[in-house]
């Protein structure tokens, strides 16, 4: 992962709606006195919430002076983690998980799908301004593998097939059902177990 | 204090309990590698070159961030050691480029000499280099990011002691990358020691960059006289010529930190130079040579009566200088106009302790309240206001002042600027005069704007008689402090240099009184010439030799030999470590010479004797016994105006230094622009 580039499209302003400044208040009040900043986190997250998924740079200067802290710690936390978007993506933004598990059971057929499909390069808007995919690390479904993230949602157990009907869906407007693309529930083996038979609640 | 007992390499030592690892071996002396453990900031614990061997430990740990403890077993010299070092420098060499030859920092890096002493001669990786795109961060500072290691004490620096927290790391792993704002110039008047920090030669400096190499330079040992705390500093030369500027450490004074402007303003030592005596003969200035210069002089000294003739003496000039001014005043011409105020300051020079920073650098410190009246320490004195910044970050003492003086990079709650509420503060009627009497150590600080308005004795007299009264001045803490802005001003107090407390002698300056004026490196005086016949002797072509009839010129600080007292009464040498440029002489030469010619005699032989007996006068100066009375004073009810300070344009020197201008103007396009906030 290279070192995240910042947009060049910045909005002039930015500030909380009244629904996150309730929020972002619950979230303060979660740390002791003196240690508001511990929320730095939270509040940017709930910024990148309220602008379309990813983070401006008003945002940052915002969230700074609202825990009154140096702009340049928030720069610091934002540019640090990668679910941070500091460019805008697309309403669909997909993550291609890439890390060993998924790649091999095939994540990069995955990718080469999503460039074909989506952008050629990562971090870029589709021709039709609806989605923008990125390759992540693990994101913790390895038993579901190859698996991408839309949004907030899981698509695991895919190919490249798969992958296609769904980004066709997402092409139309449509937000395709998450879970497992072969039936299974949750983690669970795909027909009858195979190990443990004999315990019953296992 | 409890006392821990431990082992590093076999060798039994004791030491203070709240010390690291690091800090124990140096005790038993041995030497820790390191990048980003540094004494003066916090620790890090981030370069991992200092890993050490602890007995019971399955793994090397890191001394700089490890606090000793009893029985602990430390060591040093094993093969696990040598393995891990060897290991931590192969990484830190993986990214970094091998451009030692064309690298400012090469000869004085750590990274250099560390790799020497404790790396291996080839590495493993056989990836591309990373690439870092250089920063900008202002005028100053030239940096080549590519060479980091990350050891962020340049953050820690910017954030804990120059107050400024505008650096950060930004990104991780391999593309980590220290930064600025938004990449803009640093707004710190200690930028500069960032260069001293980094450890590599990521950060250097601008105006040095490729001017010369560490080990072909001359090194001198100095102080520096571009404000009154005397920071020691070291001043490099390569021939006759001043290259850089860097700190010496001195805990009482100066830590190991300079100002900008004492680190930036030596280029200015090289332009605008007065290397001839001048005449100035229908307008133009003339090359004439001393002899004619002395015998221009005499003729009119000879023609005019005494009362007439009038001396100032400047911001830069060194004790032996004034104490020659003062003998040839005193006893060749006998005329008692000599000043070396260039304003109305009020000083009260029947007491040492009248005029001095009593409670002492390091004493601020220890400070619990802390009052500036008419004070701006930021730009007035930099290094002290890093010491109350310091007090503040570890007390988080309070801080009033009475003045809004601007950003001084610690909080401070504003009272205005006015002489109403020093007279609450002398009745106990205020807030603040409370906390004053509650606090066990508290520190006035009066500074310049306070003085030098009208009601300036009023409110240094009446101060000092609210902290007497309430016996807050003991043997063991004075909390009455000035802030003297110019090198010179505390030793012209000690030499008696102040006619009368309200300038008299400017005054009839003013009013075109006298016919002769002496302006001994003295450039910032107001007044309007008209006849006088001005004698300008000094380094730099600046507004004082601008009105002289006849220039002679002298040599600055780093020219000559000479003694300062820094704010606190410190007497400190400066050594010389260059010459004067062409015809110029060392200062205290030219009045001894125009003397001779004037009396047949010189008023010193020579130095030594200038210098034994300007000691032996300091020394009965401080055995005078001083009348203790305190004088009243009428109470005017005015405003304080808080003199606006132009930091990078104080004195000749830093006027005529090319990169003081360009901070200049980099500081005023940064408030026209309205982007600082």
Known sequence: MSLKKISKDQPEKFEFNDRNIELAKKMINNYPEGKQQSAVMSLLYIAQRQNNNWIPLAAMKYIAKFLSMPYIKVYEVATFYSMYNLTPVGKFFYQVCTTTPCMLRGAYKLVDVCKKKISNKENEISSDGNSSWVEVECLGACINAPMIQINDEYYEDLDEKKLENIIEQTMKGKTPKPGSYRGRVNSEPENNRTTLVGIKNA | ?677
């Open chain 2, 1 to 677: 204090m409890t006392m821990l007992k431990l082992k590093v390499n076999d060798k039994d030592i004791e030491i203070e309990e709240g010390l690291t690892v690091l800090q124990a071996c140096e005790q038993a002396g041995v030497e820790i590698p390191r990048f980003c453990y540094h004494e003066k900031l916090s620790i890090a614990g981030n370069c991992r070159m200092c890993l050490v061997e602890m007995e019971k430990s399955p793994k090397p740990i890191a001394s700089c961030a490890m606090p000793a403890a009893e029985g602990m077993n430390i060591k040093t010299n094993t093969p696990l050691v040598e393995k891990a070092r060897k290991g931590v420098m192969e990484f830190l060499l993986a990214n970094h480029p091998l451009d030692c030859p064309v690298c400012d920092q090469g000869g004085e890096c750590d990274l250099q000499d560390q790799s020497m002493y404790y790396g291996i001669d080839k590495s493993r990786f056989k990836e591309n280099k990373r690439f870092v795109p250089e920063k900008y961060m202002g005028p100053l500072i030239k940096t080549q990011m590519t060479r980091c290691i990350h050891c962020t004490r340049c953050v820690r620096f910017a954030t804990e002691v120059a107050g400024i927290p505008e650096l950060g790391a930004i990104g991780r792993g391999e593309d980590m990358q220290i930064t600025t704002y938004l990449e803009k110039a640093m707004e710190s008047e200690l930028s500069g020691n960032v260069i001293d920090l980094c450890p590599v030669g990521a950060l250097t400096s601008k105006p040095y960059v490729f001017e010369a190499r560490p080990w072909e330079l001359k090194k001198t040992e100095t102080i520096d006289v571009m404000d009154a705390v005397g920071s020691n500093i070291r001043v490099d030369t390569y021939g006759w010529e001043v290259k850089r500027v860097l700190p010496r450490i001195n805990e009482e004074i100066n830590e190991e930190w300079i100002s900008d402007k004492t680190r930036y303003a030596c280029d200015g030592l090289k332009s605008q130079r007065l290397d001839y005596p001048l005449k100035k003969i229908n307008n133009e200035f003339k090359k004439i040579s001393w002899k004619e210069a002395y015998e221009n002089i005499a003729e009119k000294i000879k023609i005019t009566s005494s009362d007439k003739i009038a001396g100032f003496i400047g911001d830069l000039t060194n004790m032996e200088t004034m104490f020659v001014t003062k003998e040839f005043f005193e006893k060749t011409i006998k005329s008692k106009n000599l000043e070396a105020r260039d304003d109305n300051t009020y000083i009260n020079t029947e007491d040492r302790t009248n005029y001095l920073f009593n409670s002492q650098i390091n004493g601020i410190e220890e400070a619990d309240f802390i009052l500036l009246i008419g004070a701006n320490p930021r730009f007035e004195a930099t290094i002290l206001n890093a010491r109350i910044r310091k007090n503040y970050v570890t007390n988080k003492t309070e801080i009033y002042s009475i003045g809004d003086v601007g950003d001084q990079t610690y909080p401070y709650e504003k009272h205005p600027a006015d002489t109403k509420i020093i007279k609450e503060i002398c009745e106990n009627k205020s807030e603040i005069s409370k906390k004053i009497l509650v606090s066990k150590k508290p520190l006035v600080i009066i500074g310049n704007s306070a003085l030098n308005s009208k009601s300036g004795k009023f409110i240094f007299e009446n101060i000092k008689k609210f902290l007497i009264d309430n016996k807050k001045i003991t043997d063991e803490w004075n909390p009455l402090n000035i802030l003297p802005v110019n090198a010179s001003s505390v030793g012209s107090y000690d030499l008696n240099l102040v006619n009368n407390e309200e300038n008299l002698t400017l005054k009839k300056l003013q009013e075109n009184v006298f016919e002769i004026v002496f302006l001994i490196g003295q450039d910032n005086l107001k007044f309007k010439k008209k006849n006088e016949f001005v004698v300008y002797i000094g380094s730099h072509g600046d507004n004082g030799a601008e009105i002289a009839n006849i220039i002679l010129p002298g040599a600055t600080y780093t020219e000559q030999d000479g003694l300062f007292t820094n704010l606190e009464g410190k007497l400190q040498k400066a050594y010389k470590a260059s010459f004067p440029p062409g015809e110029a002489k060392e200062d205290y030469k030219i009045l001894n010479e125009l003397s001779e010619l004037l009396k047949r005699k010189k008023l010193f032989q020579n130095k030594d004797e200038l210098t034994d007996n300007l000691l032996n006068y300091l020394d009965l100066n401080k055995k005078k016994i001083q009348s203790k009375n305190l004088s009243t004073v009428d109470y005017i009810d005015e405003k304080i105006i808080i003199n606006p300070i132009d930091y990078y344009y104080s004195n000749v020197i830093a006027r005529a230094s090319k990169t003081m201008s360009e901070c200049r103007s980099i500081k005023t396009d940064l408030k026209k622009t309205g982007t600082e906030g």
